[in-house]
């Protein structure tokens, strides 16, 4: 059974770019959540999408943006890219149908915004 | 809106020692988790506490919550260096709802010295 996978591993990007970043959630999950994790420091709430839409937003700038798509996988969209967007952004993946809304988490993107 | 204190930021431990982890936050939740990091890793998933007075063990390491002080605990039995990690307790800011939107400590570094 797969867990949640993400790609690309390592990203490195020029500012005023722009980048894309994609996640599969672990199999028999529907909803996708997106941390921004700066180096030192604790995960923080980008968005979540459920059913195709967002669901909740953390305190981010509307440069970021998501997706979801029927299969459950999702996207995270970040527009002119600013040096403090370097970071590793991680991806989990939970079901309401688990009591818990335990979340389980991929492996990250590593960010370098240059 | 919710805050998520951990404390101590940084633990330098013996082998074979005891300690505690403090995690408190702000505002009613009910379901606290605890997650490991390993450098340059993902978040590996510790335990779940969904009820106040929840105990949790596995191994050297042992999670309890008290919904009514907003304070959990990690207590870690007869340190070992593999534990060397940092350690966050993350809070859902979504009380009784079905979203779970994550709000992370600032994490613990762990240090087992032999």
């Known amino acids: 059974d797969a867990g949640v996978t993400q790609s690309p591993t390592h990203l490195i990007k020029t500012r005023g770019q722009q980048v894309t970043l994609r996640c599969s959630p672990k199999?028999?999950?529907?909803?996708v959540s997106w941390y921004q994790q700066a180096l030192g420091q604790g995960p923080q709430f980008i968005f979540q999408?459920?059913?195709?839409?967002?669901?909740q937003r953390g305190n981010f700038p509307d440069r970021f943006s998501g997706h979801q798509f029927p299969n459950y996988s999702s996207e995270l969209n970040v527009n002119a890219l600013l040096l403090g967007d370097s970071a590793l952004y991680l991806c989990?993946?939970?079901?309401?149908?688990?009591?818990?809304?335990?979340?389980?988490f991929g492996p990250g993107t590593r960010l370098t915004v240059t | 809106e919710l805050k998520v204190e951990q404390n101590p930021l940084f633990l330098s431990m013996q082998e074979g020692k005891n300690y505690t982890i403090y995690c408190n936050y702000s505002?009613?939740?009910?379901?606290l988790y605890w997650y490991r990091q390993d450098p340059g890793k993902s978040l590996e998933s510790l335990f779940v506490?969904?009820?106040?007075?929840a105990v949790k063990q596995e191994g050297r390491l042992m999670a309890s919550l008290d919904t009514k002080a907003r304070l959990s605990t990690l207590h870690i039995t007869a340190a070992v260096h593999d534990l060397s990690a940092t350690y966050f307790c993350?809070?859902?800011?979504?009380?009784?709802?079905?979203?779970?939107?994550?709000?992370f400590g600032t994490g613990t570094l762990l240090a087992v010295q032999p």
């Open positions: 989990a993946s939970s079901t309401d149908a688990d009591s818990s809304y335990e979340q389980y």
């Open positions: 199999s028999g999950h529907d909803t």
């Open positions: 999408y459920y059913e195709e839409e967002e669901r």
């Open positions: 505002t009613t939740s009910d379901r």
């Open positions: 506490l969904l009820s106040n007075g």
């Open positions: 993350a809070v859902d800011e979504t009380y009784g709802g079905a979203t779970n939107k994550l709000i």
